[in-house]
């Protein structure tokens, strides 16, 4: 079972910051928080990942809690193509007899609105 | 980041018969991984291949129905086998990154069993 929860689904006005919360109250010290986003029709694209740290790339920001029982990816300024559906994965990073798979919840569905 | 094709990209299949989908990578990696997505689903692993050994697979996954070979590190095949219209999904390949921190994905295979 996904260790993640997140909203079904969630709007967001274009050129506005949108805020993805997900819950991850079970997470082990180990385990990092990775987000990933399919575009209708398309394979997951890797968006972010991080394990305390907050943590920022081109795409995306990662806001972990200092418990590390939560975490909102923030796209900054959304656009159309921005429309997709989140995942919220925690994954064991690969090695030490872990795979590195990544076993995917619901996730959200982000419609960005113009 | 890895390139990964995937064939075929769809297939209308007739129910009883089998059907194998290639998942050729433009790099060596060490895991491979298979998915599928059901319609209006979010996508459940199947199974994990390492080159050189046996598949391991998930929960509700047995090698009978979905036999995958895993000849070198850069190519994956996967079989659906006698199939019925439940199979009817879509079938994604994944690997990850060198440094195992992120997984990229194929297109997917659609398929439709009839």
């Known amino acids: 079972d996904a260790k993640t929860t997140q909203p079904p689904s969630m709007d967001c006005a274009e050129g506005r910051a949108a805020n993805l919360p997900c819950n991850h109250s079970?997470?082990?010290?180990?385990?990092?928080v990775y987000w990933y986003r399919q575009i209708h029709s398309q394979g997951p694209q890797y968006i972010i990942h991080?394990?305390?740290n907050n943590e920022t790339n081109e795409m995306a920001s990662l806001i972990i809690t200092e418990d590390r029982k939560s975490s909102t990816l923030i796209l900054p300024h959304a656009t159309l193509r921005d429309t997709a559906v989140y995942y919220c994965?925690?994954?064991?990073?690969?090695?030490?007899?872990?795979?590195?798979?990544?076993?995917f919840g619901q996730g959200t569905t982000l419609q960005v609105k113009p | 980041s890895a390139v990964i094709s995937q064939k075929p990209s769809r297939d209308i299949c007739q129910r009883g018969t089998s059907l194998t989908i290639q998942c050729q990578v433009d790099?060596?990696?060490?895991?491979m991984f298979w998915y599928r997505q059901q319609p209006g689903q979010s996508l459940t692993l199947i199974a994990t291949?390492?080159?050189?050994?046996?598949?391991?697979?998930e929960s509700g996954f047995v090698i009978d129905k979905f036999p995958i070979s895993r000849p070198n590190l850069t190519f994956s095949t996967l079989t659906v086998s006698n199939m019925s219209p439940e199979d009817s999904s879509i079938y994604l390949c994944s690997v990850l990154s060198p440094m195992n921190t992120e997984a990229f994905f194929g297109q997917g295979t659609r398929l439709t069993v009839v």
């Open positions: 079970t997470i082990s010290g180990n385990e990092y």
């Open positions: 790099s060596q990696v060490t895991m």
């Open positions: 991080g394990l305390k």
């Open positions: 291949a390492n080159q050189g050994s046996e598949a391991t697979y």
């Open positions: 994965i925690v994954r064991l990073p690969h090695g030490s007899g872990n795979t590195g798979k990544l076993i």
